[in-house]
């Protein structure tokens, strides 16, 4: 092993703190800022719990996910059309971690068939995550006349249950096309 002299290392120190710093920061005007380009987006990473333990409501039908006699976990109802039923995501608990997933908007003015070009337009693009880790997830996908439980008349029909624990690959992007007026 060789070893340098103190002397030359202090000296080294001393010339590299002495060096006179030439950088300038200048201002850019809006005509030199235009020809700057970067690229927009969100990166996102988290990792989500959802009602693990059970709700704060406490009544005949919500409950601790301890007492299988009541329903724990969150809910999610969407009325697919006016009037219509609601198809639900019931008892929905768990936690999820995920790295990575994007979101940007995209121009979309080709491609898809033709229909790209037609649409002309931007669209949100959530790029997916490599891997999302699943920790005791679960839910009911279910059908309801009422959006939530507490309603007069409420009848739900449970469909199928889910249970996800592990990791998932995820890979590609998901476009997200916007319908109506805004």
Do not use: H
Not at 39 to 58: A, F, K, M, V, W
Not at 146 to 153: E, L
Request: with cysteine; proline share 4%.
């Amino acid at each position: 092993m060789r070893w340098i002299k103190p002397t030359f290392m202090a000296l080294g120190l001393a010339a590299f703190i002495a060096a006179p710093v030439s950088a300038e920061l200048d201002r850019l005007s809006d005509e030199d800022l235009s020809d700057v380009s970067g690229q927009g987006g969100i990166y996102l990473s988290g990792d989500i719990s959802i009602n693990e333990e059970g709700g704060p409501i406490d009544n005949s039908y919500f409950g601790r996910c301890d007492d299988g006699s009541k329903k724990c976990g969150a809910r999610f109802a969407n009325q697919l059309k006016e009037g219509g039923g609601w198809m639900v995501l019931d008892e929905i608990r768990g936690n999820f971690a995920f790295e990575g997933l994007t979101l940007r908007v995209r121009s979309v003015d080709s491609g898809f068939g033709g229909d790209g070009e037609e649409f002309n337009g931007d669209v949100l693009e959530v790029g997916l995550p490599n891997v999302v880790r699943y920790n005791d997830v679960r839910f009911k996908i279910a059908a309801s006349n009422q959006a939530r439980p507490t309603a007069p008349g409420f009848q739900q029909t449970d469909i199928f249950s889910v249970q996800m624990q592990g990791d998932v690959i995820m890979e590609g992007n998901m476009l997200v096309f916007p319908t109506g007026n805004p």
